[in-house]
């Protein structure tokens, strides 16, 4: 969304690309263990080093706890939303994101008891988050296409100039660029897309099958929900609406008004199929989180899937239901921290599969060779790069106004403490 209010259809090649440097790298993770059937972490561990099998660990525990806190936030905030239009005017955070944290502990719990049911859940929620895509593209259909010769430039990578909002701060597209493409796959797919397939019980046999499901089964919705949210961002935002948009992120509730204006989807279906699209965005993460934490838990230290312990490790991120109050508060002191955390330890566990990638000794046969190897392990450095990119941004972009805000925050503290 920001990225269309900012700069129209200029950047619409931003998402696709991003998503096709994770699917390079997925591919690889998934090829090593289909072909070879043994525990990523593990291997990781005997064939690139500890080094990068605990930093990948690590920073899929501490991103899956640290950013349940935001999708808390965003759950209980939709859920608010939604309680209103049903004449629950004062209905409290905090009840909200305990009915969401119910919601997803007992998801979690039954993902390994009940396969059957979870997969009904998932793809309810696939459904859900679908009817959002769906949303954008009604948008698109009825505010058209202002500018279509810029569309089509749009899909030409390029960095255009900043974009200026009276007021504001100037908005640098590099920063809009190198964090849309560093996004398109974090820390927990990357944890759990392995485990995931070990779970279905894929082998050797299916590193095509795999190949496939993430070109179809993830770039492709992804590339098509991507453009149509940017491209409906940007005719609402940029060229009918500028000044609708201020400059800074646009949150949920203004998204959710602004497609229910009269014009576009009407204020039933704007907020209603939105917000239920949203929550549902917000519960599939939050439950994906506890599972990656579960996960790596299982692999690291140990605690064996059925019993007490395995379940603490799935339920570390249950503390992130203080978001739901306190998210504008804790923000501040945990958000940037843990994008600078994450994003260096994130490398490490790329890195990591790059050179699993070329090791003879743990895929023998099995080890790409020839242009295409060459052109793959490629790929992978390139998308290596781009997520040192992307920290270098956070940190240069953020770092000095973090450190102000946080003196600011500790003075005025100081100052009203007895």
């Not at 859920?79 to 944290?101: I, Y």
């Not at 058209?144 to 009276?166: M, S």
């Not at 590339?223 to 400059?247: Q, R, Y």
Request: proline fraction near 6%; include cysteine; glycine fraction near 10%.
């Amino acid at each position: 969304m920001f990225a269309g209010a900012a700069f129209g259809y200029e950047l619409i090649w931003v998402a696709p690309l991003g998503m096709i440097l994770g699917v390079i790298v997925l591919s690889a993770v998934a090829h090593q263990t289909l072909s070879t059937d043994a525990d990523p972490i593990c291997a990781m561990k005997k064939h690139a080093g500890g080094f990068f099998a605990y930093g990948w660990g690590i920073a899929a525990i501490l991103s899956s706890i640290i950013w349940q806190f935001a999708q808390y936030a965003l759950a209980a905030s939709m859920l608010v939303l939604l309680a209103r239009q049903v004449g629950w005017a004062d209905a409290p955070r905090w009840v909200m994101g305990l009915v969401a944290l119910v919601w997803c502990v007992v998801v979690a719990l039954l993902y390994d008891r009940s396969p059957r049911l979870v997969r009904v859940y998932e793809n309810l929620l696939k459904a859900m988050v679908w009817l959002i895509i769906l949303c954008f593209a009604v948008v698109v259909a009825k505010t058209g296409i202002p500018e279509p010769a810029k569309l089509l430039a749009g899909l030409v990578p390029h960095i255009p100039a900043e974009r200026v909002i009276e007021g504001g701060d100037p908005i640098r597209p590099i920063t809009v660029i190198v964090s849309g493409l560093a996004a398109a796959v974090g820390v927990n797919m990357l944890f759990v897309y392995p485990y995931t397939l070990r779970r279905r019980g894929w082998r050797r046999d299916h590193r095509t099958l795999a190949r496939y499901d993430l070109i179809f089964g993830m770039f492709v919705p992804y590339a098509i929900a991507a453009s149509l949210i940017l491209i409906a961002a940007a005719s609402v935002l940029h060229f009918a609406s500028p000044e609708l948009f201020a400059g800074k992120k646009i949150s949920p509730d203004a998204i959710a008004q602004i497609l229910a204006a009269p014009d576009r989807l009407g204020p039933g279906v704007g907020v209603w199929v939105f917000g239920l699209g949203i929550i549902a965005m917000a519960l599939s993460s939050i439950t994906m989180q506890m599972l990656c934490s579960g996960f790596a838990c299982e692999t690291m230290f140990g605690w064996k899937r059925g019993t007490p312990l395995h379940v603490v490790g799935t339920l570390l991120p249950a503390i992130g239901v203080l978001g739901a109050v306190y998210w504008s508060e804790m923000a501040m002191w945990i958000a940037v921290p843990t994008n600078v955390v994450c994003g260096l330890l994130m490398p490490l566990a790329y890195v990591g599969f790059i050179v699993l990638q070329r090791s003879r000794a743990y895929l023998g046969e099995d080890r790409p060779g020839g242009l295409g190897g060459v052109a793959w392990v490629a790929g992978m450095i390139v998308a290596t790069l781009v997520l040192l990119g992307g920290l270098g941004t956070v940190i240069v972009k953020d770092g000095p106004g973090y450190l102000q805000r946080a003196l600011d925050a500790l003075g005025s503290s100081s100052e009203v403490s007895p």
